[in-house]
């Protein structure tokens, strides 16, 4: 990728962000990406602006400031969904994450200045698969840039359906409605992770508990603040992938007893609904590569099935 690839025929903008239900956002705060300019029959160029203070995504005890790679992706998600309706995929669909990888090579590269970053988005889409007429699979690749500094990938493979499909699939699978997290109550699971264990300052962004050691593995309930409106922005009727990602990645610190390691490279894969009624528990095991890096695979175990995966490579900062 060269930075003449994301230049498109005009120059992107960053002064405002794009109405919030393109990225099936409920708060303006909550929306990243500012412009979608169209490059071709599946191309799409994007801009988000990355803040500089964020509730969430700037919570961390490393130091010096970064710009936290799951940040990254959620702009890429929500790029990747607003190019897809502008392509045209009706707003009657939901989009759920089969899964995704994400590289960053450099986290120098990510590090913040004194304005917020300018992330520039390069989207080639693929069609998996088409039943009825309609996209039912497909797949998003992003190059991603700061400025003029490509900083790395990120690919995503989405299942789609309609709100009535969705709805009408989770009450099948489960046999009775699910939940939703909005009439669920807001407290700390007992045995709530210490901030500081998983890289945080605030109680309200940790989403593990019950953390326990072994000798060559550690395990946590996964247990969020569904009071966390940077997690939850609106009403979900499961764990979302965003949400076990940032579960495998406090987990990860644990496994390496290092509050300030940062992924590099950070891929899921999610083959089950992870439901709100039911114990989520998180397990992961560490393999170091002897350069430094280490490589933590999370597996989320619900009813003694695993329902999804997640593999996190950590570099020290």
């Known amino acids: 990728m060269t930075t003449g690839d994301l230049i498109s025929p005009r120059e992107l903008s960053f002064g405002r962000t794009v109405e919030r239900r393109l990225v099936h956002r409920a708060s303006v705060a909550e929306v990243f990406v500012t412009d979608l300019v169209p490059a071709g029959e599946s191309r799409f160029l994007a801009a988000a602006q990355l803040p500089l203070s964020h509730g969430y995504y700037s919570d961390h005890l490393a130091r010096p400031a970064h710009f936290d790679p799951l940040l990254i992706l959620e702009a890429g998600r929500q790029a990747g969904i607003a190019g897809a309706h502008l392509l045209g995929l009706p707003p009657d669909t939901t989009m759920m994450v089969n899964g995704f990888s994400l590289d960053l090579p450099d ?37 991603l840039s700061i400025g003029d500094v490509p900083i790395g990938t990120h690919t995503m493979e989405v299942q789609i359906v309609t709100h009535a499909e969705h709805e ?30 998983v890289g945080r300052v605030s109680p309200m962004n ?39 990602t940032e579960a495998a990645r406090q987990l990860a610190l644990v496994a390496l007893g290092d509050a300030a390691a940062w992924p590099a490279t950070v891929s899921g894969s999610f083959g089950r609904f992870a439901e709100l009624d039911q114990p989520v528990l998180a397990a992961a095991t560490r393999t170091d590569a002897g350069d430094g890096t280490v490589t933590v695979n999370v597996a989320f175990i619900q009813e003694a099935i695993t329902i999804a995966e997640s593999t996190m490579v950590m570099v020290p900062r």
């Open 107 to 143: 986290p120098a590269a990510l590090r913040t200045g004194r304005r917020p970053g300018e992330l520039r988005i390069d989207n080639h889409f693929e069609t998996l698969r088409v039943r009825a007429g309609r996209v039912r699979k497909g797949a998003v690749r992003q190059d």
């Open 168 to 197: 009408a699939l989770r009450t099948v699978l489960r046999g009775t409605p699910a939940p939703l997290t909005g009439d669920l109550e807001d407290v700390p699971a007992p045995g709530q992770a210490e901030p500081y264990t």
């Open 206 to 244: 940790v989403v593990l508990s019950q953390v326990e050691r072994g000798p060559s593995a550690v395990s946590a309930r996964v247990t969020p603040r569904y009071g966390n409106r940077a997690i939850f922005d609106h009403d979900y009727d499961h764990l979302p992938a965003m949400t076990l």
